[in-house]
């Protein structure tokens, strides 16, 4: 539930370091690629990305979204900072 969520985000702040660059397309194009494996309809997938910087790959992220659109999957994306996350 939210709670092991919430705790895990917890624990990764405690031995993570965040930087840059800020790559998204990487990691929705993995998430893509296992949704696409699932065709039967069994399973969904959830991406949360909780970012402390803005996207350094912007052009790459709105195109692996639109790939990633048909499939089952939503992507969330979260900042947290004091980044301007204003859209382009």
């Keep these: 539930g939210i709670e092991g969520v919430l705790e895990s985000y917890l624990q990764s702040l405690r031995t993570v370091q965040l930087y840059g660059p800020t790559n998204f397309a990487p990691v929705i194009n993995q998430v893509a690629g296992a949704a696409a494996q699932v065709t039967d309809g ?3 997938h959830v991406l949360l990305i ?3 910087g803005v996207i350094s790959d912007m052009l790459q992220t709105k195109e ?7 499939l089952p999957m939503s992507i969330i994306i979260v900042g947290v900072g ?3 996350f204003e859209g382009k």
Excluded: F, L, M, N
């Excluded at 692996?64 to 048909?70: D, E, H, K, L, R």
């Design 64 to 70: 692996a979204i639109v790939t990633a659109s048909a």
């Design 50 to 52: 909780i970012t402390d």
């Design 42 to 44: 069994s399973q969904y």
């Design 82 to 84: 004091p980044a301007e």
